[in-house]
């Protein structure tokens, strides 16, 4: 550590583990230390709201939540461009600057590896905001045949997404007055919706059969022929589309497979300290090999978990607290209801889901999910 200035934490990337570990860490430490928060982008998105552009009920301009906004005590927040990572000496390269951390955490969340399945780069993707903003344009136009929505790899973000992007682009078609012609089938690489809530799971796959959605399972799209208008699943099964909605592999993003801190696509962590193989190296978040899903509410958990971490390193008293791997999920059923699970991954043997089934009032709590954080990191 650099004892002769304020110790300086670098942390890569703005999104729900970056902006949660940096209010942390100002929240306890102030200006007693100094923070740099680094994004390529000016602007953070709820992955949920994808959802809502795509199916036209929120603006693209109304779910934006300007970084101008982030204000505080102890953190810098630059937007930039990170080109190179040197794990072992700490350093960062950005297209303007270079970033020397005592402590260095990675919050880069995944990206999208369109070109681990072929074909898929000429067809619809839901899991960007550009994507979601293209199909919003395009639903309007499917007025008769198959839509499928159709995961191309494991792990992905956010599990239940997939299940409510059919449950809802179903309530969609009923409000065109068009579901009749249509049928809707759900591809997924998982053997159930939401493994860790069987509860879960079977709400949700009763809620598909009364909508006459079919489920596919344990299996994932190995390519797309566009020539053809067919998805090819990894079974060789083909499956003929008029509106293909998929989900494409994830993959830590390209700057840090560069670093040599990625394996087999994730960042290997000590799952409870989120500590990497370089000494004051952590990641957080989706990027993160921690073996909990790839949602939101695990980023904050794992940031919490390095922030109280630091907090204990930087005060010289006790020690950080663990991270629980314990999250809450809103599932959207269709019909303006909302579903709960909250999934505990670390305190039994095996990960373990309590569910609740879904109600009008539970949309008040995923409200109220995404406000705190927006009023708690954006002051908005
Ligand atoms: C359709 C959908 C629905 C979802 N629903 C939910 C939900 O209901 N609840 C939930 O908890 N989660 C949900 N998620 C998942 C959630 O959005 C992610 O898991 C979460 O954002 C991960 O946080 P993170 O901090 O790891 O990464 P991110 O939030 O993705 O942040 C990573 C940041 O790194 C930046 N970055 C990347 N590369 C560079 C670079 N080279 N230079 C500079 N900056 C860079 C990016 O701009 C980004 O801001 C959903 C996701 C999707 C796609």
Redesign the pocket.
């Known amino acids: 550590m650099n004892t002769a200035s304020k110790p300086r934490i670098v942390v ?7 902006l949660e570990l940096t209010t942390l860490l100002s929240e306890a430490m102030g200006d007693s230390i100094d923070v740099t928060l ?4 000016d602007c ?1 998105v ?3 709201s ?2 809502d552009v795509m199916f036209g009920l929120k603006t693209p301009q109304a779910v934006r939540l300007p970084y101008k906004n982030y204000a505080k005590a102890g953190v810098r927040m630059l937007k ?4 190179s990572i040197d794990p072992e000496r700490r350093r960062v390269t ?1 297209n303007d600057g270079v970033f020397d951390a005592d402590h260095l955490v990675v ?5 999208y590896d369109f070109d681990a399945t072929p074909g898929l780069s000429g067809t619809n993707e ?2 960007t905001v550009a994507g979601a903003e293209r199909l919003r344009d395009v639903l309007p136009t499917f007025r008769k045949g198959k839509a499928m929505v159709a995961v191309c790899g494991a792990p992905y ?2 599990p239940p ?1 997939p299940s409510e ?1 059919v449950l809802m682009l179903h309530d969609y078609l009923v409000r065109l007055g068009v579901r009749e012609a249509c049928e809707i089938a759900l591809v997924l690489p998982l053997g159930s919706p939401v493994p860790p809530s069987p509860d879960t799971s079977r709400a949700l796959l009763v809620a598909f059969a009364e909508r006459d959605i079919k489920f596919v399972p344990g299996r994932r799209v190995a390519s797309v022929d566009n020539a053809r208008n067919v998805a090819v699943l990894d079974d060789g099964t083909e499956m003929p589309f008029d509106l293909f909605l998929g989900v494409p592999k994830h993959q830590v ?1 390209p ?1 840090v497979l560069e670093s040599g801190m990625a394996e087999n696509g994730w960042i290997p962590v000590n799952p409870r300290t989120l500590e990497t193989r370089y000494e004051n190296v952590y990641a ?4 993160a090999n921690t073996g909990t899903p ?6 904050e958990g794992a940031a919490r978990a390095v922030a109280t971490g630091l907090i204990a390193k930087l005060r010289q008293s006790g020690s950080g607290s663990l991270y629980d791997g314990f ?1 809450t ?2 599932i959207e059923f269709g019909g303006g209801r909302i579903g709960k699970v909250e999934v505990d991954f670390f305190s039994g043997p095996a990960p373990t889901g309590t569910y609740y089934e879904p109600s009008v009032a539970l949309r008040a709590d995923k409200e109220t999910f995404g406000s705190s954080r927006r009023s708690r990191w954006f002051g908005l």
């Open positions: 890569l990337g703005a999104g729900f583990g970056g680094i994004d390529q982008s953070f709820f992955g949920f994808k959802l930039r461009t990170i080109t950005t919050a880069l969340g995944a990206e839901f899991y973000k956010c997404a992007c993003p700057v957080v978040g989706d990027g790839k949602a939101g509410v695990f980023a999250g999920c809103y």
